[in-house]
């Protein structure tokens, strides 16, 4: 079933600063470290980037494949065997090689046609976040970066920092990635949506703010995301520490995200919110319609103020509502956002 798998994997390539697949716009959700019947429910729901496989810890039952018979559509997988000749669409390299002492120079450095390197870099190259070490030259990470195709990183405010890291930063770190660090790549964020190693036992991600999290990071310029799913809390570590209503809204979402893959892929817009907002938002335009993506990464209810230049006066109106919003002075729009909500806008 491997080579089966790995013979109808999706070949991508990069095309004005997002992915495609044969051509067509690719909006690449990931997971890592799956077989058998855990890469069955994470194909269910919507991934169709594995990465680090075939699996090698797989059981002997199923021996480094994903018991996908037959493979479904629009699958790709990464590989961690550096040949030039490893299975897959492309490599993933040394996971957070800035805190594992890796220089750019040092990093794998596999090339074949038609395949794409993606990197993983750890959350300290964001400027609200301490060195990785003291001394560290964070324009490495700008060296890092251009050693890949496709570059992410990973950052989990609730399970990590339990909560001392605010939500927006999901947002302003990727706006950082992809404009300091690498600039015309396509960028991704990984997204927490379990305990993962338990640092925080009084606090938890819930999948409202697993799906804020996702959107954030789509607004603030990503062109991917990936689902954390791995767990160290019960016996041993788990790849798929994934509670059911964690899977239901990663489903939910991976389908809206694919829905609006086209949309999503172009060129990011400013739109602009007070400075003391829980609302972060940005803008594309796709074949004359302008849409909105707005996300409260707040737990209260609020209100806020969206300056969209390109609206022009035209009015907004909410996906899946009937209401239209019209703007003040042409390009200014208000609106009440629940706890954790997104909302995504067509004009």
Same mark, same amino acid.
């Given at each position: 079933?491997?080579?089966?798998?790995?013979?109808?994997?999706?070949?991508?390539?990069?095309?004005?600063?997002?992915?495609?697949?044969?051509? $067509?716009?690719?909006?690449?959700?990931?997971?890592?470290?799956?077989?058998?019947? *855990?890469?069955? !429910? &994470? /194909? #269910?729901?919507? =991934?169709?980037?594995?990465?680090?496989?075939?699996?090698?810890?797989?059981?002997?039952?199923?021996?480094?494949?994903?018991?996908?018979?037959?493979?479904?559509?629009?699958?790709?997988?990464?590989?961690?065997?550096?040949?030039?000749?490893?299975?897959?669409?492309?490599?993933?390299?040394?996971?957070?090689?800035?805190?594992?002492?890796?220089?750019?120079?040092?990093?794998?450095?596999?090339?074949?046609?038609?395949?794409?390197?993606?990197?993983?870099?750890?959350?300290?190259?964001?400027? $609200?976040?301490?060195?990785?070490?003291?001394?560290?030259?964070?324009?490495?990470? *700008?060296?890092? !970066? &251009? /050693? #890949?195709?496709? =570059?992410?990183?990973?950052?989990?405010?609730?399970?990590?920092?339990?909560?001392?890291?605010?939500?927006?930063?999901?947002?302003?770190?990727?706006?950082?990635?992809?404009?300091?660090?690498?600039?015309?790549?396509?960028?991704?964020?990984?997204?927490?949506?379990?305990?993962?190693?338990?640092?925080?036992?009084?606090?938890?991600?819930?999948?409202?703010?697993?799906?804020?999290?996702?959107?954030?990071?789509?607004?603030?310029?990503?062109?991917?995301?990936?689902?954390?799913?791995?767990?160290?809390?019960?016996?041993?570590?788990?790849?798929?520490?994934?509670?059911?209503?964690?899977?239901?809204?990663?489903? #939910?979402?991976?389908?809206?995200?694919?829905?609006?893959?086209?949309?999503?892929?172009?060129?990011?817009?400013?739109?602009?919110?007070?400075?003391?907002?829980?609302?972060?938002?940005?803008?594309?335009?796709?074949?004359?319609?302008?849409?909105?993506?707005?996300?409260?990464?707040?737990?209260?209810?609020?209100?806020?103020?969206?300056?969209?230049?390109?609206?022009?006066?035209?009015?907004?109106?909410?996906?899946?509502?009937?209401?239209?919003?019209?703007?003040?002075?042409?390009?200014?729009?208000?609106?009440?956002?629940?706890?954790?909500?997104?909302?995504?806008?067509?004009?």
């Amino acid at each position: 079933m491997l080579a089966a798998l790995l013979s109808s994997v999706v070949m991508l390539a990069v095309s004005g600063g997002h992915l495609t697949a044969g051509g $067509s716009p690719f909006f690449p959700i990931l997971t890592s470290y799956q077989c058998g019947a *855990t890469a069955q !429910a &994470a /194909a #269910a729901a919507g =991934v169709n980037l594995f990465v680090e496989q075939p699996y090698t810890a797989c059981s002997q039952a199923q021996p480094n494949n994903f018991a996908l018979d037959p493979p479904p559509a629009g699958v790709s997988v990464l590989s961690d065997d550096y040949s030039d000749d490893s299975p897959g669409a492309g490599w993933y390299l040394p996971d957070e090689p800035d805190a594992l002492g890796l220089t750019a120079p040092e990093l794998p450095r596999p090339a074949a046609p038609g395949k794409l390197r993606f990197l993983n870099v750890s959350q300290h190259f964001f400027s $609200s976040q301490a060195l990785i070490r003291p001394g560290y030259d964070r324009s490495e990470y *700008t060296r890092l !970066a &251009a /050693a #890949a195709d496709v =570059v992410g990183f990973d950052l989990y405010p609730i399970v990590k920092f339990c909560g001392r890291v605010p939500l927006l930063d999901v947002y302003r770190a990727q706006q950082q990635l992809a404009t300091t660090y690498a600039p015309g790549k396509p960028t991704f964020q990984w997204i927490e949506t379990g305990s993962m190693t338990g640092e925080c036992p009084t606090l938890a991600v819930t999948p409202e703010i697993a799906n804020a999290e996702a959107w954030l990071a789509v607004a603030g310029g990503a062109v991917g995301i990936g689902w954390f799913t791995s767990g160290w809390t019960s016996d041993g570590w788990n790849r798929w520490e994934v509670s059911d209503a964690m899977l239901a809204q990663m489903t #939910a979402t991976d389908a809206q995200l694919q829905a609006l893959a086209p949309v999503l892929l172009a060129p990011a817009g400013t739109v602009a919110t007070p400075v003391d907002s829980a609302v972060a938002a940005s803008s594309r335009t796709l074949e004359g319609t302008l849409y909105v993506m707005a996300v409260n990464a707040s737990e209260a209810p609020t209100t806020s103020l969206l300056r969209v230049d390109g609206l022009n006066g035209r009015s907004l109106v909410p996906l899946g509502a009937t209401r239209a919003l019209r703007p003040t002075k042409r390009i200014y729009i208000r609106d009440t956002f629940g706890p954790y909500e997104v909302r995504i806008y067509r004009g």
